[in-house]
């Protein structure tokens, strides 16, 4: 037979409390995009490469997409992912 004890424990979580586009810097009220961005090449670069951003409008995303385009090494492992967000 198992006996338990019962505990109060106390958890810290970090609750957004704003939001600001990465490209023009406007707070982000209801729906944006959250840009990643990575490659799987061999390396230690892989983590350092690996960024999010925060986006308010398709402008700020054709921004976000035209400077990593440009500032990829040629690789084939190149990989971004688009999700849509909203705020609280």
């Known amino acids: 037979?198992?006996?338990y004890k019962t505990i109060e424990?106390?958890?810290?979580?970090n609750i957004p409390i704003s939001t600001k586009c990465d490209i023009c810097k406007k707070e982000i009220t209801g729906k944006y995009w959250r840009l990643t961005r990575y490659h799987n090449?061999?390396?230690?670069d892989s983590t350092d490469?690996?960024?999010v951003f925060d986006l308010c409008s398709r402008e700020c995303i054709n921004k976000a997409l035209d400077d990593y385009i440009n500032s990829c090494k040629e690789s084939f492992t190149q990989r971004f992912e688009l999700e849509q967000e909203e705020t609280e």
């Open 1 to 3: 037979m198992t006996e």
């Open 9 to 13: 424990t106390v958890t810290k979580i």
């Open 41 to 44: 090449d061999w390396g230690n």
């Open 49 to 51: 490469f690996y960024k």
